[in-house]
């Protein structure tokens, strides 16, 4: 079973970054795909990042060009980057793993994006 561990929300200003952690609990060289979610209060959970194993990513058209989703595989974890972020942008933001064909999920961290 592998557990997943977010950080890095918080609040920021429009037009600011954060970047985000999500620390599994086993070597994510054995996990093929990895993905980033987020939820805004009265909205479906959606789609954002994946990070495949060996390198290809994918974004969602919202973020794609303000987000980058990156893996430190010594320190078994994936990283979202977020810039040029807008208050749409608020959310719980959930990292995936998806290993023989079961899902995993961490708790989510809060991004709040406001003046």
């Known amino acids: 079973q592998v557990q997943l561990v977010e950080s890095g929300g918080g609040w920021v200003q429009p037009g600011g970054s954060l970047r985000l952690s999500c620390a599994a609990s086993?070597?994510?060289?054995?996990?093929?795909?990895m993905r980033w979610y987020r939820q805004a209060p009265g909205k479906e959970r959606e789609w954002v990042a994946s990070?495949?194993?060996?390198?290809?990513?994918g974004y969602a058209a919202s973020v794609k060009g303000r987000f980058t989703v990156s893996r430190d595989n010594a320190k078994n974890t994936i990283y979202l980057h977020m810039s040029t972020l807008k208050p749409e942008d608020t959310a719980v933001y959930y990292c995936?793993?998806?290993?023989?064909?079961?899902?995993?999920w961490g708790q989510g961290t809060q991004v709040t994006v406001s003046s």
């Open positions: 990070s495949l194993l060996g390198g290809p990513t």
């Open positions: 995936n793993a998806k290993k023989s064909d079961r899902d995993y």
């Open positions: 086993e070597s994510i060289n054995s996990i093929n795909l």
